[in-house]
């Protein structure tokens, strides 16, 4: 039996207007930070992809009600009959970020038994900042084989905590911030994460009555409440699926408008497209009294950049590897940084096979431009790898067939068809 693929054709230059779905890394948590409520919530924009509905499984095995109405993006979540606080290996596996209900059964239940995480293989990705976090702040924690068994300290002596993170993890601070909500006393995160799909999170949690303020140097304040109620909420759109697509109307000399993308949370890949002499307009459209609305009109010759990833608002490093792609076709040479993870260069092998010029050093990729890319087969090893492999694929002559399909459909709710709808030839064979 042949595997399924990804078969992707040379497409024209992109061009047309399409709209995002909401951001994969803010829904799963926000899922997860429903086990905080006893109710029905309600969430719009919820992308249909396959990590969506790894964490709808994992919140009924739980004992949580789900209706998903793919249609219309809308994921309807009764927590009130939710009586089980220890999560199966099998479901946690799946995706590193089935960690994130750690915090929320703590807050509701005063333990928690799960797993270690699954997910994409990028280096080690232990998950210490969570761990040691959560002792920090008033749990204890037992590693017994393949389980992390947790309970809740409720002495006095954890009511005020503070935390500094050595690294601005968005998992543990997300992790972290859930517990607190429902913990007796004020916690101070220090050196915390704020992606946008962190402060989502923030947004909704305030929404169910959660008190959490944000200030200066990234310092993250929870006064803990009693109760927290159900919610509706429209998740943010996919800032990765937006540079996405703006990075296929660059890499096929296109026209792109992504309607409703949030200019302010990609400032830094903004400024590397018009860098390599794109050109940018932002803000056209109206929606919830914001500017919303990115297009991108780009050059024939566009120029090698210097990208280096990191924390937000540095550049993302879930678009290094699509900028890469795109960076194997510019005139001169580019330098990529990889700081956020030491495996996130899985991609390149893949593009050398298609006929770009890149070595590496430590974390470093050097790209040379060259004049063409070809296709051929080529193997997808994680969600962001898949994507370069396919955005490569709608640039280099003939056909690129690419497998490991699992992982794009595990990021993405219908970006091929979006592709399509601007011109690019893509099928999948499943
Ligand atoms: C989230 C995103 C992922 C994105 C990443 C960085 C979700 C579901 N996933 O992943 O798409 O690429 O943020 O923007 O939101 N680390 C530790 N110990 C820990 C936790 C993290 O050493 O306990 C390290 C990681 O190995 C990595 C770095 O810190 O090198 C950043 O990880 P983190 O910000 O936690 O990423 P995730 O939350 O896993």
């Known amino acids: ?243 996405t697509l703006l990075i296929a109307g660059a890499i096929t000399g296109g026209q792109v408008t992504v309607k409703n993308a949030v200019p302010e949370q990609m400032d830094m890949f903004l400024d590397k497209l018009r860098e390599m002499g794109h050109e940018i307009e932002t803000g056209m459209f109206q929606h919830n009294g914001k500017a919303v609305g990115i297009t991108i009109n780009a050059i024939k010759n566009p120029q090698g950049i210097r990208i280096k990833t990191g924390p937000y608002p540095a550049y993302p490093t879930d678009l290094q590897a699509p900028t890469m792609a795109m960076l194997c076709l510019t005139n001169g040479t580019s330098y990529v940084e990889e700081t956020v993870f030491e495996n996130r260069f899985m991609h390149i092998p893949e593009l050398q096979k298609m006929g770009s010029q890149i070595s590496v050093k430590g974390n470093t990729a050097t790209i040379r431009g060259v004049d063409e890319l070809y296709g051929t087969k080529l193997i997808a090893t994680d969600i962001r790898a898949s994507c370069a492999l396919v955005i490569a694929g709608l640039a280099a002559t003939g056909s690129t067939e690419v497998t490991g399909i699992q992982h794009w459909r595990r990021g993405y709710d219908k970006l091929e068809y979006k592709l399509n709808l601007l011109g690019g030839n893509i099928e999948i064979f499943d």
């Open 1 to 243: 039996m042949q595997a399924s693929y990804i078969l992707v054709k040379k497409s024209a230059e992109l061009s047309g207007t399409v709209e995002l779905v909401g951001a994969k890394n803010a829904v799963l948590v926000i899922i997860s930070s429903l086990i905080l409520t006893k109710g029905r919530s309600v969430l719009e924009n919820v992308p249909n992809s396959s990590d969506v509905l790894h964490m709808i499984s994992l919140l009924t095995d739980l004992g949580g009600q789900v209706e998903f109405d793919t249609q219309h993006n809308r994921l309807i979540v009764d927590t009130s009959d939710i009586s089980k606080f220890d999560v199966k290996p099998e479901i946690m596996n799946k995706m590193r970020a089935s960690i994130l209900v750690m915090g929320p059964l703590l807050a509701r239940f005063g333990m928690a038994k799960v797993a270690f995480p699954g997910g994409c293989v990028l280096g080690a990705r232990p998950i210490d900042y969570h761990i040691n976090g959560f002792k920090k702040i008033g749990v204890k924690i037992e590693e017994n084989g393949c389980y992390i068994n947790s309970e809740v300290d409720t002495s006095d002596k954890f009511k005020n905590v503070r935390i500094s993170f050595e690294y601005p993890s968005v998992g543990a601070t997300e992790n972290l911030m859930m517990f607190a909500v429902l913990k007796p006393g004020q916690t101070v995160i220090i050196n915390a994460a704020l992606e946008p799909e962190v402060l989502d999170l923030i947004e909704i949690l305030t929404k169910m009555g959660a008190k959490i303020d944000c200030g200066p140097g990234a310092i993250i304040t929870v006064t803990g409440v009693d109760k927290l109620n159900p919610v509706k909420h429209e998740i943010i759109p996919d800032r990765l699926e937006a540079g």
